[in-house]
T-cell receptor, first 112, second 114 residues
Framework: NAGVTQTPKFRVLKTGQSMTLLCAQD?????MYWYRQDPGMGLRLIHY???????AKGEVPDGYNVSRLKKQNFLLGLESAAPSQTSVYFC???????????FGQGTRLTVV | DQQVKQNSPSLSVQEGRISILNCDYT??????FLWYKKYPAEGPTFLIS?????DKNEDGRFTVFLNKSAKHLSLHIVPSQPGDSAVYFC?????????????FGKGTKLSVIP
């Protein structure tokens, strides 16, 4: 009953470094999402995918790239990390059409 | 421009009493609404939802009310329990318009005092 699993849980990056956050789901859901949560800002959608091989931009996509090569995995990449990308990142998977999504436990990223 | 607004950052309620969390929205295309609960260091978990064709949905101690004309929804928790202490997020979407995005409010931190 893993649901949605995010790797890693914590990471500290130096400005300019790159990294990839991995999200894996075992619920066979078509839709997957990446959100970031900042203090006082709620959750904001970065990118999402409506199925294997598809991706689309959300509300705050700049500085991020994503890939959905396999249905169960959704990767979020930071090519050149900036301090403004310090945040908690949540991945979610769902049935789509704006219905309930199931979230992972989050990745706390600090860019120094 | 924030499309989903939770104007109360925090709320304190005595155990056993009713908790009422409010949410307002501005986008008239929204037709599906959800509440999520989030504990520290965990991901949000789905609590309850309501479609715009309804004005009330109930699940145990949790009831969501929707007032479309006022673009307002509320979550009622009765009776409140200490384990309900968490941050509650209101979210909205427009599946009828083909939108796959959930737009979240900033959250309300509920503290239930024993």
């Amino acid at each position: 009953n893993a649901g949605v699993t995010q790797t890693p849980k914590f990471r500290v990056l130096k400005t300019g470094q790159s990294m990839t956050l991995l999200c894996a789901q075992d619920m066979n859901h078509e839709y997957m999402y990446w959100y970031r949560q900042d203090p006082g800002m709620g959750l904001r959608l970065i990118h999402y995918s409506v199925g294997e091989g598809t991706t689309a931009k959300g509300e705050v996509p700049d500085g991020y790239n994503v890939s959905r090569l396999k249905k169960q995995n959704f990767l979020l990449g930071l090519e050149s990390a900036a301090p403004s990308q310090t945040s908690v990142y949540f991945c979610a998977a769902g049935l789509g059409l704006g219905t309930e999504a199931f979230f992972g436990q989050g990745t706390r990223l600090t860019v120094v | 421009d924030q499309q989903v607004k939770q104007n109360s950052p925090s709320l304190s309620v005595q155990e056993g009493r009713i908790s009422i969390l409010n949410c307002d929205y501005t986008n008239s295309m929204f037709d599906y609404f959800l509440w999520y609960k989030k504990y520290p260091a965990e991901g949000p978990t789905f609590l309850i939802s309501i479609s715009s064709i309804k004005d009330k949905n109930e699940d145990g101690r949790f009831t969501v009310f929707l007032n479309k004309s006022a673009k307002h929804l509320s979550l009622h928790i009765v009776p409140s329990q200490p384990g309900d202490s968490a941050v509650y997020f209101c979210a909205a979407s427009a599946p009828g318009a083909g939108s796959y995005q959930l737009t979240f409010g900033k959250g309300t931190k509920l503290s239930v005092i024993p």
